[in-house]
């Protein structure tokens, strides 16, 4: 086990899969390009050639249809979206294809396709780059959604969602590329549906995913410090959702928090607190608190960036009042 990036993981995941299952191959806009995707697909064209790591025109809705279609005749694509707004354009292939092909088929059929989308927020980019919509995705049936926060997490859920014999989007933010952390060599798993309790605590549940997971666990440092016990989830998989995990965790502290790197009206924090409610109503202690973006788009601006993205003091000020620390 060595420190190996956010990026590089993906990476190793990506030259491993395609070492072992001559189906796996890559496509997207540019996949050769780390202008595009970052050190996520360093070398892979050198080492697999053209044929398997396609770089495409910018064709959202094409170059998504033609991986959902190789992936229905026994392929295994990749298929990137570095800027995941502009998945938009490829919601049919998505949404009404590749998501409801198992089912119309009796089970008979699979698409075993990853449709991967990379979260680009801040750096002035401004509404129509910077948007999470994870939440989109994760409402239709017959989609997996997986948000890995750590490299550890990135490679082992890649792998997964390779492996996995229907659609899994992968969801990673750009900013999470640089981070380090221990990641073994061999080929591994995490996973899908399964989160990962960091910290064990009995006086708050926080509950986070995909960057905010990293601005939650520093909250969680400072708030150990200041006496607080805070059990500290890193849900990994958005859908399908692990409950029970979940709601062990609130039955035992009486007190949750959901972060999510979305906006708050009908989001991701919105589902999780519906369902801590349905089903641990009678051990919470207050309400269910979100952490999320403002119901408005991003800011072009660097300094209005800096009121619209929460922080770790944002989450720290929320906890110390639920906690009256």
């Not at 900013?175 to 549906?193: F, Q, R």
Request: aromatic letters at 6%; one cysteine or more; charged letters at 20%.
């Amino acid at each position: 086990m060595r420190q190996l990036s956010y990026a590089l993981a993906i990476n190793e995941a990506l030259n491993q899969m395609m070492q072992t299952d001559e189906s796996v191959f890559l496509i997207g806009q540019g996949v050769k390009s780390p202008w595009y995707v970052g050190r996520t697909a360093e070398g892979l064209l050198d080492r697999f050639g053209a044929s398997r790591v396609i770089d495409t025109p910018v064709s959202e809705n094409a170059v998504t249809g033609a991986a959902v279609g190789a992936a229905i005749v026994g392929m295994r694509p990749i298929v990137v979206h570095p800027r995941m707004d502009f998945m938009l354009y490829a919601m049919d292939p998505i949404i009404n294809q590749a998501a409801n092909w198992f089912y119309m088929n009796g089970g008979k059929k699979n698409v075993p396709v990853v449709i991967w989308g990379t979260i680009n927020r801040g750096g002035e980019q401004a509404a129509q780059h910077s948007q999470a919509l994870h939440t989109t995705f994760a409402h239709i049936p017959g989609l997996k959604v997986v948000m890995p926060a750590t490299p550890r997490d990135a490679k082992g859920l890649m792998v997964s969602a390779i492996k996995d014999n229907n659609p899994v989007v992968f969801i990673d933010d750009r900013w999470l590329h640089n981070d380090e952390d221990h990641v073994p060599e061999e080929l591994y798993s995490v996973p899908i549906g399964k989160a990962n309790i960091l910290k064990e605590g009995v006086d708050l549940t926080i509950i986070a995913a995909s960057y905010m997971l990293k601005l939650a666990r520093k909250a969680t440092e400072k708030l150990t410090e200041m006496g607080g016990q805070v059990e500290l989830i890193d849900l990994r998989t958005i859908k399908p959702l692990d409950t029970e995990t979940i709601i062990n965790s609130v039955q035992k502290t009486g007190r949750a928090m959901v972060v999510d790197p979305g906006w708050r009206t009908y989001g991701m924090a919105a589902e999780l607190a519906a369902t801590i409610q349905e089903l641990a109503f009678d051990a919470l202690k207050m309400p269910v608190a979100r952490i999320c973006l403002p119901d408005a788009p991003a800011p072009a601006s660097r300094t209005l960036e800096k009121a619209y993205y929460p922080t770790t003091e944002t989450i720290v000020e929320q906890a110390r009042k639920m906690m009256k620390l």
